[in-house]
């Protein structure tokens, strides 16, 4: 079974950075894209970027660009959003996610970390 766990989140004011950690088990990856979403109170979830774990080729929604970056490594396993610049829209419960490379959806998801930066 897939496990996915996230952890780096916490409190910061405007304009400073945050690096998100999500730390999968469970099985390789090599055949698996792994996502990060955001999600704020009251709205809908939204992507924010992801990775493909054998290639390294990345996404990332609008909004971020030029601000976060998305990374993996292999040998640990682990996923990574660089956060900088961060502003208050940015504050969310963050989310890391997988799916098989083939899939539309993700079939796998961590439990969340909260981020919220101040004004």
């Known amino acids: 079974q897939v496990q996915l766990v996230e952890s780096g989140g916490g409190w910061v004011q405007a304009g400073g950075s945050l690096r998100l950690s999500c730390a999968a088990s469970?099985?390789?990856?090599?055949?698996?894209?792994m996502g990060w979403f955001r999600q704020a109170p009251g709205k809908e979830r939204e992507f924010v970027a992801d990775?493909?774990?054998?290639?390294?080729?990345?996404r990332k929604a609008d909004s971020v660009k030029g601000r976060f970056t998305i990374s993996r490594d292999n040998a640990k396993n682990t996923m990574y959003l660089q956060m900088n610049s961060l502003i208050p829209e940015d504050t969310a419960t963050y989310y890391c996610?997988?799916?098989?490379?083939?899939?539309?959806?993700?079939?796998?998801w961590g439990q969340g970390t909260q981020v919220t930066v101040s004004s």
């Open positions: 996610a997988a799916r098989h490379n083939w899939r539309n959806e993700y079939d796998f």
């Open positions: 990775i493909r774990w054998s290639s390294g080729n990345s």
């Open positions: 469970g099985r390789t990856f090599d055949m698996y894209t």
